[in-house]
């Protein structure tokens, strides 16, 4: 299970990256972080940006609704989600893994 972090301004979503894949997809949770792959390789903060671009069109969320809290050149990041509720994130994660 992901634990999400409570801040101020949203929630903290950890994710783990994998830039430069064969196609983008959201893989779901392991190991307490979120799975995501982008084809974008990791060079100028591309890869960050795809992986918001991503989470934010699978989700129905705008991109200004996801920030990179941490993270930035490491493949474990975390993301800060504002203006969701908690349970509403949990639904999407999950919808994601089915």
Request: glycine fraction near 6%.
């Amino acid at each position: 299970m992901i634990e999400l972090e409570q801040r101020d301004g949203g929630l903290v979503l950890p994710i783990k990256a994998f830039p430069s894949a064969k196609k983008n997809k959201i893989r779901g949770p392991r190991n307490g972080e979120l799975l995501v792959s982008v084809t974008t390789a990791p060079e100028r903060g591309k890869a960050n940006k795809a992986i918001i671009a991503l989470l934010a069109k699978q989700w129905n969320l705008r991109k200004s609704q996801i920030a990179l809290y941490s993270g930035e050149t490491a493949s474990h990041k975390k993301l800060l989600i504002s203006e969701i509720d908690p349970v509403e994130l949990r639904r999407l994660i999950d919808l994601t893994n089915s």
